[in-house]
């Protein structure tokens, strides 16, 4: 089914691990998302890529790189991990940055640090 | 600063019950307004989006939505819940003027009784 690819879908880690968390799109969506899902927290946004070459931060970037590999893949990278990071993970992508028709989730990589 | 309240956090209803859930914004010009639906352990999904035009938009799974720019508000109905649309809710608005992200509340954790 086309959509948006998130890889692995449960990890573990020990405080000071690093990790990639991989997201895929087939959409030919141009604009990709990473946001943390904290309970009573909605969702907020680490860092977007607005088109393939470019990335920004968002609300919570500290602890995270990105890398926007081609138009289909976005990584995020946690370099040492620390429980505070200790959050569901979504990958999101759409055609636009201020795209009328919504983005289009993953369904989400669930990471503990411990 | 841009912001969305959803002053309801938890909302229990009767199998058959009407629902309508609360979604207030603060933004100078009209925004793009979406409702997302998240089930137990699962990723997001579109309900239904208004950027312009008709203020009472029909979506998915007999949700409708009516925006009402003299109260800054874009409240979700359905007139006979199932089962089924137990979730949480979100209704993050994608400002139309330089913002490239869409803003999460806190969300609205929807429980259905049988």
């Known amino acids: 089914n086309a959509g948006v690819t998130q890889t692995p879908k449960f990890q573990v880690l020990k405080t000071g691990q690093s990790m990639t968390l991989q997201c895929a799109q087939d959409m030919n969506h141009n604009s990709m998302y990473w946001y943390r899902q904290d309970p009573g927290m909605g969702l907020r946004l680490i860092y977007y890529?607005?088109?393939?070459?470019?990335?920004d931060k968002g609300e919570v970037p500290n602890g995270y790189n990105v890398s926007r590999l081609n138009k289909r893949e976005f990584s995020l990278r946690l370099e040492s991990a620390a429980p505070s990071q200790t959050s569901v993970y979504f990958c999101?992508?759409?055609?636009?940055?201020?795209?009328?028709?919504?983005?289009?989730f993953g369904s989400g990589t669930r990471l503990t640090v411990v | 600063a841009q912001s969305v309240t959803q002053p309801d956090i938890h909302i229990t209803v009767s199998e058959g019950a009407s629902l309508e859930l609360r979604c207030n914004y603060s933004?100078?010009?009209?925004?793009?307004l979406f409702w997302y639906v998240q089930s137990p352990g699962q990723g997001l999904q579109l309900l239904l989006k208004?950027?312009?035009?008709?203020?009472l938009v029909q979506g998915i799974k007999g949700f409708e939505a009516e925006f009402k720019r003299s109260q800054s508000s874009f409240n979700l109905r359905k007139p006979s819940v199932h089962w089924s649309d137990a979730a949480e809710y979100f209704c993050p608005p994608l400002s139309g003027a330089g913002s490239y992200q869409l803003t999460f509340g806190k969300g609205t954790k929807l429980s259905v009784i049988p």
């Open positions: 933004y100078g010009a009209t925004p793009y």
């Open positions: 999101a992508s759409s055609v636009l940055p201020r795209d009328i028709h919504g983005y289009t």
């Open positions: 208004y950027f312009s035009g008709d203020t």
């Open positions: 890529s607005a088109s393939e070459g470019t990335t």
